[in-house]
T-cell receptor, first 113, second 115 residues
Framework: DTGVSQNPRHKITKRGQNVTFRCDPI?????LYWYRQTLGQGPEFLTY????????KSRLLSDRFSAERPKGSFSTLEIQRTEQGDSAMYLC???????????FGDGTRLSIL | AQSVTQPDIHITVSEGASLELRCNYS??????LFWYVQSPGQGLQLLLK??????LVQGIKGFEAEFKRSQSSFNLRKPSVHWSDAAEYFC?????????????FGTGTQLKVEL
């Protein structure tokens, strides 16, 4: 069990650029979650996958955001045309099933210049 | 919709003193409840969870929490705090949706430990 891995750890980009983050869940975990955390706040749910199927998306996930989980393994979160308000920590979590707790990665911190 | 309230934004305790962090939740059914801890620049580490059964749950690092349905509370306790416990603590409630378990977090309590 190597834990949930997220890359990159930090991303600095200019407003208007596209960015992509990657999450590798714990092996055998078929549920994968994305959350966003801004300074001074708790994480907020963005979206959730069961295997390769994206089953739920938050209203926070505007049409500039897209997430995929091809083959039900790693997942990517892409933000197009980044805005200042996208600056946050993006956290990924995985769980074995709905009755097991979620295990979090160390996150990707996004800074928009 | 579920929600979590952590009324204390900051708490300072002396090393060796006892600790209680408050958490109140709102959820229409039997909740799944969690406490996570986050160190600066890091992800969240699970301290303990309540799914069902015994309302007093034990976690890692000597933490425990008690589920009180009548008070909609899930307070975190530790009898003797160590300097390494300084971190931010998040309470969360889980909702089963579409087969998943979407977590709703409180705004966190920042714990400072005085030596």
């Amino acid at each position: 069990d190597t834990g949930v891995s997220q890359n990159p750890r930090h991303k600095i980009t200019k407003r208007g650029q596209n960015v992509t983050f990657r999450c590798d869940p714990i092996s055998e975990h078929n549920r994968l979650y994305w959350y966003r955390q801004t300074l001074g706040q708790g994480p907020e749910f963005l979206t959730y996958f069961q295997n390769e199927a994206q089953l739920e998306k938050s209203r926070l996930l505007s049409d500039r955001f897209s997430a995929e989980r091809p083959k039900g393994s790693f997942s990517t979160l892409e933000i197009q045309r980044t805005e200042q308000g996208d600056s946050a920590m993006y956290l990924c979590a995985s769980s074995e099933n709905s009755n097991q707790p979620q295990h979090f990665g160390d996150g990707t911190r996004l800074s928009i210049l | 919709a579920q929600s979590v309230t952590q009324p204390d934004i900051h708490i300072t305790v002396s090393e060796g003193a006892s600790l209680e962090l408050r958490c109140n939740y709102s959820y229409g059914a039997t909740p799944y409840l969690f406490w996570y801890v986050q160190s600066p620049g890091q992800g969240l580490q699970l301290l303990l969870k309540y799914f069902s059964g015994d309302t007093l749950v034990q976690g890692i690092k000597g933490f425990e929490a008690e589920f009180k349905r009548s008070q909609s509370s899930f307070n975190l306790r530790k009898p003797s705090v160590h300097w390494s416990d300084a971190a931010e603590y998040f309470c969360a409630v889980g909702a089963i949706t579409g087969g998943g378990n979407k977590l709703t977090f409180g705004t966190g309590t920042q714990l400072k430990v005085e030596l």
